[in-house]
């Protein structure tokens, strides 16, 4: 399906989410509005971020950044940066026409009687947009969800997004975390429980969630705005009030029964079971690192061993039987696994990082290795394992060398604890250049010389809105 602009929201429940059937009938049309409560329209937002994150998106960045490997239909030109025709769905439906204006629509409905709704919204579009302007540059931001007023909305900068322009009446993304983090704190008629499916209307939980954001965000400016992220990041280490356990981590629950599958599992095992598999440079990564434990966490070994494949490769794939696939972590069981979205590993890791590179409080290697932990329990390793690999591999988990060595260090252990969530290591990928990536075999798109750092416009975006640059370089 052809959609028309990119605020048009048709039918998230059935077009958008279809693994998401019994959460999300709402919202045929932001131009024909109905009255929905806030208690279907939360869980339609939540699960529309974590769709928006884990579905096509995730593996065109996933194949990029070499966690998989592409070995037939899109997956494997994605493999090879050849997007054409791609991204229409996910910018129209899932972020845009599906996140985006169902958050809006809730912040609309509930910012005067029930703010604790409005708040919670703040933060869900917060994260929506910098998917959106991470994965784009310069995306709609200031006058996106407003389709009344701005049919064709201008295309803001990735640098006003994050650090915001009076001039052009453009908050930040960080003012956007502070006013939803404020209405959490103001009296509201209605409050979630049930219906918010990650933390059940714990409200100290989403405050947490929000400080992780703004970890998230200021770790993006480290090269463009040190000053201000510093100053973010000392903050929220100030207000001790983060993601800092796997308990608090902000992860959507999807289901095992047929249409209630996470959308990683739904590809891989029942849409397109043949379309991809390990990189075998993700595992000669891991092999290289005495890291295969964990690695079995992320990937099958079918007849006791890993199979992986080298990205662009045009040798014949081995049978799908014999691959590694994604395994019980990422989709759990039948599907049940949740989508990962912020979590204590990340920020130990950016904490780390901060600490290293911009002299925020802490240090970085007791950071980084409590990123290392986080991730290895996160997956299932046992203490004793952890105790182990730590005792077996001290030049791993302890930060040496040059500040430049130790960021890389750093980024490679995020770049193994996000295995199944490729945007955000493409994000840390374009500002830091970790880790260190070899070109595919047969590289195509529209520069075969370099590892694409942003997606190009969809066809339909540039067809129709004058406001989108054309042609953007990636």
């Known amino acids: 399906m052809r959609y028309k602009k990119i605020f048009i929201l048709l039918l998230p429940a059935g077009l958008l989410l279809g693994s998401c059937k019994k959460y999300l009938n709402v919202n045929t049309s932001p131009n024909n509005p109905q009255t929905v409560p806030s208690t279907v329209l939360l869980p339609t937002t939540t699960i529309g971020i974590a769709f928006a994150n884990s579905n096509d998106l ?3 960045t996933s194949a990029i950044m070499q966690h998989i490997a592409g070995v037939a239909n899109q997956t494997q030109g994605y493999d090879v940066y050849n997007f054409s025709g791609a991204f229409d769905n ?11 204006n ?5 912040i609309n409905l509930d910012s005067v009687s029930s703010p604790v709704y409005s708040g919670i919204a703040k933060l869900q579009m917060a994260y929506a947009f910098s998917l959106a302007t991470d994965i784009w540059g310069d995306v709609p931001y200031s006058r996106a969800g407003q389709p009344s007023t701005f049919l ?10 994050y650090q915001g322009n009076s001039s052009l009446g453009i908050r930040s993304l960080f003012d956007l975390v502070a006013s939803g983090m404020a209405d959490l704190d103001k009296p509201s008629f209605f409050k979630p429980k049930t219906d918010d499916i990650v933390y059940g209307g714990d409200l100290t939980k989403w405050k947490r969630m929000g400080n992780t954001l703004l970890l998230k965000f200021a770790i993006m400016l480290t090269n463009t705005n040190p000053t201000l992220a510093k100053s973010v990041i000392s903050t929220v280490l100030t207000g001790n009030n983060f993601i800092n356990d796997n308990s608090l981590d902000f992860e959507v629950p999807f289901g095992s029964g047929t249409g209630n599958q996470n959308p990683i599992y739904n590809f891989n095992y029942i849409n397109r079971t043949g379309d991809q598999m390990l990189s075998l440079r993700l595992l000669t990564l891991m092999n290289g690192l005495n890291d295969t434990l964990r690695l079995a966490k992320f990937f099958t070994k079918p007849n006791g061993a890993f199979v992986g494949f080298d990205n662009g490769s045009n040798a014949v ?20 696994a949740p989508i990962r979205l912020l979590t204590n590993f990340q920020a130990q890791f950016i904490l780390a990082e901060a600490a290293l590179v911009l002299g925020t409080p802490g240090d970085p290697n007791a950071y980084y290795q409590a990123g290392i932990k986080a991730s290895m ?27 430049e060595d130790m960021r890389r260090q750093i980024i490679t252990q995020k770049y193994i604890a996000w295995i199944g969530n490729g945007i955000e290591v493409f994000d840390d990928y374009r500002r830091t250049g970790y880790p260190v990536l070899a070109l595919p075999n047969n590289p195509g798109g529209d520069d075969p010389t370099v590892i694409p750092t942003r997606l190009p416009y969809t066809n339909t975006e540039q067809s129709t809105n004058p406001n989108a640059p054309n042609p953007r370089p990636w």
């Open 58 to 60: 995730d593996r065109a």
């Open 90 to 100: 996910q910018w129209n439906g899932e972020i845009y026409g599906g996140s985006i």
């Open 102 to 106: 169902n958050c809006q629509t809730l």
């Open 152 to 161: 064709y909305p201008r295309f803001d900068k990735v640098q006003d997004i």
């Open 317 to 336: 794939a081995p049978a799908v039987t014999s691959r590694s696939q994604y395994g019980t972590y990422l989709i759990g069981v039948t599907g049940n």
């Open 377 to 403: 329990t996160k997956v299932g390793m046992s203490s004793t394992d952890i105790a182990a690999y730590f005792a077996a591999n001290p030049s791993v988990v302890t930060l040496s060398g040059t500040t």
